[in-house]
């Protein structure tokens, strides 16, 4: 009931009355009161005014299943919805509920990761109350070879979450890393489980920096949070909701061309590559070239003095000729 409360109160222009709340959920005042007085615990700022009824103030920075629920206004993502306040790996447990058979739009979100993993066998922080770790499963009726352009779609259904929120513009670092002021805020590690020509799941796990202040020395160069690169202190649960919004509507528009057509302008537009010079680390054959936009099967369209090469994902990796971006 907390989560229909925090919807309902976060809903209404003004005071709820103890009355309403009561109809709405068929219970008795005692038991309004009490879970109102159980958000106050959490850190929920709620004002209650005799006679007119209850006003929510201001919400507590949690990734709770409550306070993430009364938020999220999707269709099918987050039916389930696992919240954690510590876990090892969000992405690992999302693939052993996928095991279970849990269904698609199943979504784990967690405060704290003890054994979180980044792409190419590295490893990502997660430090309680700093950032989000999420996982999203997913089982599309999709060819395996396509699977990859939907980290592409997180990330720019990251971005854009992020830039409404914080008011600086994220922008993409392709294929799948988003950064704001160049420094990198979230990364996106999907994982798969197919047979060649059939999908039985695929697990995109997003980290996102959202309050750290401070990075490993390794990291220090290159990696940002929401609040050192805008100076805000955005609300986290918001931001889990508003990217799973953004990403049921990119995913819709995916699915109907299996590829990035119908995405394609708005991603090139957040390329933070795009025009520039970059280095592409193919362990075979490095070479550099100039970054125009990526292709709608995902890849990079890098301009060499002879000739446009196609990068594919996966393969290999990006980095500007000076730094990072
Ligand atoms: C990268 O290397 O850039 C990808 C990092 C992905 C981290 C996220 S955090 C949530 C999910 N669970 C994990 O163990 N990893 C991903």
Redesign the pocket.
């Known amino acids: 009931m907390k989560a229909e409360i925090l919807r309902l109160l976060r809903e209404t222009n003004g005071y709820v009355s103890g009355q309403e709340l009561c109809e709405q959920f068929g219970v008795s005042r005692t038991a309004v009161w009490k879970a109102i007085k159980q958000l106050q615990a959490m850190g929920y700022e709620i004002e209650a005014v005799p006679n007119r009824g209850y006003f929510l103030k201001s919400a507590a920075d949690v990734l709770s299943k409550d306070e993430i629920a009364s938020l999220l206004h999707t269709q099918w993502i987050g039916k389930e919805l696992y919240c954690y306040d510590t876990i090892g790996?969000?992405?690992?447990r999302a693939k052993e509920l996928a095991e279970q058979e849990c269904e698609n739009g199943t979504l784990v979100v967690a405060d704290q990761?003890t054994?979180?993993?980044?792409?190419?066998g590295?490893s990502?922080q997660?430090p309680p109350q700093m950032g989000i770790?999420?996982?999203l499963l997913l089982r599309p009726e999709i060819s395996p070879g396509n699977a990859s352009m939907l980290t592409l779609v997180t990330a720019l259904a990251v971005a854009n979450a992020i830039t409404g929120l914080s008011g600086v513009e994220a922008m993409i670092k392709w294929p799948n890393?988003v950064v704001m002021n160049g420094r990198k805020v979230c990364?996106?590690?999907t994982e798969m489980n197919a047979q060649f020509d059939y999908i039985s799941y695929i697990v995109i796990?997003?980290?996102i920096n959202v309050h750290n202040e401070e990075f490993p020395e390794e990291l220090s160069q290159m990696a940002g949070s929401i609040l050192t690169e805008s100076g805000k202190r955005i609300h986290r649960a918001e931001l889990v909701a508003r990217i799973m919004a953004y990403f049921e509507q990119y995913y819709a528009t995916f699915l109907e061309t299996e590829d990035l057509t119908g995405m394609l302008e708005a991603y090139n537009q957040l390329l933070v590559n795009r025009g520039r010079e970059v280095k592409v680390l193919d362990p075979k054959e490095p070479f550099s070239g100039k970054a125009v936009g990526i292709t709608k099967k995902g890849e990079l369209m890098v301009d060499t003095w002879s000739s446009r090469k196609l990068v594919s994902s996966g393969e290999v990796s990006v980095r500007g000729i000076y730094g990072y971006v």
């Open positions: 790996s969000t992405n690992a990761q054994q979180g993993r980044g792409r190419r590295r990502w997660t770790a999420m996982s890393d990364g996106i590690l796990g997003i980290g």
